[in-house]
């Protein structure tokens, strides 16, 4: 079973700071995902890489930046967190599935508050 | 520009009836359709999935019927159980791109005793 673990469940930040949020996969996937989401608003990609080294902007890019340094971990980065980004922020991760396309898998999240 | 529309927001249903979910898309180059179920707490699971090469999915109690011309897909729910209460999105994706998901907003379906 592949797992995706997300290093922190809560964070509680204040407007301004520097956050970090880590995601790790187990399953040598290639593709790996952050996703924000808020109610009746679905999930809204931010960010996703495609190898090590390689990102591209999801559709609400906007505040946040990414790294990935080794294939099994993908970063969010927070450069200066405000009230407008406290969210559930959720990570996942997808193999290339052989050619075909293959379902997401998701961390548990991290619930972010940003004072 | 919302690509995904998803209906109902909210659904209750009496236990052994039928939910049923509908979402709509634009782009026909999506070639990826899921559902996935989401628990209090937890990140959401795929549930069931299906290629627009064929018109209807079924797994046990879950069913996805897929209407290529209409670029319509629904989940249907047979016999709903307590257990089934959870947030339901919808999802659609191409291949390219690392094969990135552009969700519906999500159902949350309550299911009574």
């Known amino acids: 079973d592949v797992k995706v673990t997300q290093s922190s469940r809560y964070l509680v930040k204040r407007t301004g700071e520097k956050v970090f949020l880590e995601c790790v996969q187990d399953?040598?996937?290639?593709?790996m995902f952050w996703y924000r989401q808020d109610p009746g608003l679905g999930l809204r990609l931010i960010y996703f890489?495609?190898?090590?080294?390689?990102?591209e902007k999801g559709d609400i890019p906007e505040g946040y930046s990414v790294s990935r340094e080794k294939k099994e971990r993908f970063s969010l980065i927070l450069e200066s967190a405000s009230t407008n980004q406290t969210s559930m922020y959720l990570c996942?991760?997808?193999?290339?599935?052989?050619?075909?396309?293959?379902?997401?898998?998701f961390g548990n999240g991290t619930r972010l508050t940003v004072t | 520009q919302q690509q995904v529309k998803q209906s109902p927001q909210s659904l209750i249903v009496q236990k052994g009836g039928i939910s049923i979910i509908n979402c709509a898309y634009e782009n026909t180059a999506f070639d990826y359709f899921p559902w996935y179920q989401q628990f209090p707490g937890k990140g959401p699971a795929l549930l069931i999935a299906i290629r627009p090469d064929v018109s209807e999915k079924k797994e046990g109690r879950f069913t996805i019927s897929f209407n290529k011309s209409a670029k319509q897909f629904s989940l249907h729910i047979m016999d709903s159980q307590p257990g089934d209460s959870a947030t339901y999105f919808c999802?659609?994706?191409?291949?390219?791109?690392?094969?990135?998901?552009?969700f519906g907003d999500g159902t949350t379906l309550t299911v009574k005793p």
């Open positions: 996942a991760s997808r193999g290339q599935g052989g050619g075909y396309n293959s379902p997401l898998h």
């Open positions: 399953m040598d996937h290639e593709n």
């Open positions: 999802a659609a994706s191409t291949f390219t791109n690392a094969g990135k998901s552009t």
């Open positions: 890489s495609y190898d090590v080294k390689m990102k």
